[in-house]
């Protein structure tokens, strides 16, 4: 069943049909709740329209308050003879309520009704990893403070440097979580916009009220011009998909650190079993194959913006079919970041640190600045400290200052977890993940 086929349509080619709908039944189960809940806003402001009746709109709401049940049973399906699912939900409205469910389509097209079901499920995908972050962070400040006491070599060019500290290692990956969230934030501002009304691109003569729709199905704002709305589609996946690839990129480096903080040539970490696969044929490997894996996939999920911007490349305004295969890039994306955060949150959890290391001869030179500024501190220029330190690591005579006393906010001494802490908080809270709870909960409240 088509919602675009007349009856002297010809009958389409199985092979074209294959081609065309692709992935559509199997992906847009993904969105089916939400097209539900688009057809009962829709459907509500039709009645205050005067293009339904107030019986019609009872039947439709009745019929959906039972679609709602089959999906979240897990009995709603997508036939094979349908072509997604807008046209699954329509036929069953029809099925079961007549005329009333012919109704519904009145003012929409599939092009911003397939909008506003992305945009929605993008939102509920968006809260998902949001939450899942938040576990992350929690884990990562929570070692932070466990082992802020434990000193751990600094690198940089990979040569030692200056001493750090677990904690110091741990909170950094925190604090980069909360900018990775203040982009992913913006992403869901600019997903979080009705463009149901839109029509096929061009608006309707129907005098629909888009502010209502947009109230009921709690988007902050609608896209007004009827147009933009549409030019959404592709920009909304880009601007998430970039998101997600910043936040990936964190993760990516949390993964190489721990795969090379593990390695024997290191030290710093343990990995339990677990997490760690042997070799066929050496019986003392332990293999971080969970980092390395997590490594893997973040490295995939890093070109995400680059496939969407691919796919998006050369289209004038308008739509355009191919877009529909952003869905087969950005659903299968969200399973996977789903995968790597919960994986994420297990391996830190059960990593365990190394103490002492510093004490080890071989870190002396990691104390040289320590040397520096204590001089500097009793009286002396810093160049002179520094020449005179350089000319006793020079004639072997350097005797480390490892009495260290740092008081620097976000040094050593004073990781300031606690406000990181309460970044975190606040920026989660500018999500208002609640508005929409909100929303549906009136809805499926008002389908009694």
């Known amino acids: 069943m088509k919602l675009w086929a007349k009856d002297n349509s010809k009958k389409v080619l199985e092979n074209i049909e294959n081609f065309t709908v692709g992935l559509d039944r199997e992906l847009d189960i993904h969105l089916a709740l939400y097209d539900v809940y688009g057809s009962i806003a829709h459907a509500t402001m039709l009645e205050t329209i005067g293009l339904l009746s107030e019986k019609d709109l009872k ?24 072509e997604d699912v807008h046209s699954q939900v329509e036929f069953i409205l029809t099925q079961r309520i007549g005329d009333a469910g012919k109704k519904i389509h009145s003012g929409r097209s599939r092009n911003d009704q397939v909008l506003v079901d992305l945009k929605m499920y993008l939102r509920g995908q968006i809260e998902s990893i949001t939450m899942l972050i938040s576990e992350l962070f929690e884990k990562l400040i929570e070692k932070s403070e466990a082992y802020k006491e434990h000193l751990l070599p600094g690198y940089t060019h990979l040569q030692i440097a200056m001493p750090s500290s677990f904690g110091l290692w741990f909170g950094a990956y925190a604090e980069s979580l909360i900018d990775d969230l203040t982009i992913l934030h913006s992403a869901y501002k600019v997903v979080n916009k009705n463009p149901l009304g839109s029509g096929a691109g061009y608006g309707s003569s129907f005098p629909l009220n888009r502010t209502m729709t947009t109230q009921l199905l709690g988007f902050d704002d609608l896209n007004y011009n009827v147009v933009y709305a549409q030019m959404t589609r592709g920009k909304m996946e880009y601007v998430v998909s970039s998101a997600l690839s910043n936040l990936a990129n964190t993760l990516n480096r949390l993964a190489m650190d721990v795969c090379l903080y593990n390695s024997q040539n290191f030290g710093f970490l343990i990995l339990p079993e677990e997490i760690t696969t042997g070799s066929s044929i050496m019986p003392h490997k332990k293999n971080p194959d969970v980092a390395e894996i ?9 070109t995400l913006p680059t496939q969407v911007s691919s796919l998006l490349g050369n ?19 969200f399973d996977n970041f789903r995968d790597c955060l919960e994986i994420c949150i297990f391996m830190i959890d059960k990593v365990k640190v190394k103490e002492n290391l510093l004490e080890d001869k071989k870190y002396d030179l990691l104390f040289s600045v320590e040397n520096v500024n204590e001089m500097v501190q009793n009286g002396k220029t810093f160049r002179d400290a520094y020449k ?18 740092h008081t620097l906010e976000g040094s050593i001494g004073n990781l300031c977890n606690e406000q990181l802490s309460e970044n975190m908080k606040q920026m989660i809270a500018q999500f208002n993940f609640e508005k929409t709870h909100t929303a549906f909960a009136k809805l499926k409240e008002s389908l009694g």
């Open 388 to 405: 005179e330190v350089g000319e006793s690591i020079n004639d072997g005579n350097f005797t480390p200052n490892r009495d260290l006393n």
């Open 315 to 333: 289209l004038p305004s308008g739509y355009h079919r191919e877009l529909q295969l952003l869905k087969e890039l950005i659903v299968p994306a």
């Open 59 to 82: 039947k439709i709401k009745t019929a959906c308050s039972e679609i709602i049940n089959e999906i979240e049973a897990g009995d709603f399906v997508i036939e094979d003879n349908v």
């Open 294 to 302: 997590l490594r893997g996939k973040t490295n995939l999920l890093k």
